[in-house]
């Protein structure tokens, strides 16, 4: 951990009277580690380092890649048909051979985005929205609780679409030795 980083988990521990009450000594110190290493309560959403790509596909409605109309020969339904090849293609750029995406980087849930809305497969060619309104069911894949520790150094929220989550400046727990270092900071 980083001096500053330190200095703001010795911050929260002496704003809490919680952990404030543990003794200033090893036992104390896995206590507090073991309380800071929990879930974040309440919630902190963070963007996943490593959302799984199993649980973006489970996100996206596939079946609105299909378009309504009926096949014609238009040029018009031929582009429609190319719009949504290019939304699938990006979809595909982004995903295959992944087991994860990194949700924390802007382009990355920018492309996701784009990719799962307006897409012009409704009737006539109205745009439909595979990841759900403005992409919030593929966006809310790429999130996740903070764990306390986590919360309490996370750096500024970031919105893509609806969804807003805090970026991770620390990923992970902290062990007694880290709560050791940042009390006597």
């Known amino acids: 951990m980083t001096p500053a980083q330190l200095q703001t988990l010795k911050a929260?521990?002496?704003?809490?009277?919680?952990?404030?009450?543990?003794?200033?000594?090893?036992?104390?110190?896995?206590?507090?580690?073991?309380?800071?290493?929990?879930?974040?309560?309440?919630?902190?959403?963070?963007?996943?380092?490593?959302?799984?790509?199993?649980?973006?596909?489970?996100?996206?409605?596939?079946?609105?890649?299909?378009?309504?109309?009926?096949?014609?020969?238009?040029?018009?339904?031929?582009?429609?048909?190319?719009?949504?090849?290019?939304?699938?293609?990006?979809?595909?750029?982004?995903?295959?051979?992944?087991?994860?995406?990194?949700?924390?980087?802007v382009n990355i849930r920018a492309g996701l985005r784009d990719a799962v809305i307006a897409v012009p497969a409704g009737a006539g060619g109205a745009a439909v929205s595979p990841g759900g309104a403005s992409g919030v069911n593929v966006l809310n894949a790429c999130v996740r609780n903070a764990l306390r520790v986590e919360a309490i150094l996370a750096g500024a929220d970031a919105t893509t679409g609806t969804v807003t989550a805090k970026l991770l400046v620390f990923e992970g727990s902290v062990n007694y030795q880290d709560i050791e270092a940042a009390r006597a900071s």
Do not use: C, H
């Open 12 to 105: 929260a521990i002496n704003a809490d009277p919680v952990l404030l009450a543990f003794p200033n000594n090893s036992d104390g110190a896995f206590a507090i580690a073991a309380a800071v290493n929990l879930p974040a309560s309440p919630a902190v959403n963070v963007w996943r380092t490593e959302a799984p790509v199993a649980d973006i596909i489970d996100a996206i409605n596939w079946a609105q890649y299909t378009p309504v109309d009926v096949v014609d020969a238009t040029s018009i339904y031929t582009n429609r048909l190319l719009a949504i090849q290019t939304k699938q293609m990006n979809l595909q750029m982004n995903l295959q051979g992944r087991e994860s995406v990194n949700a924390s980087k």
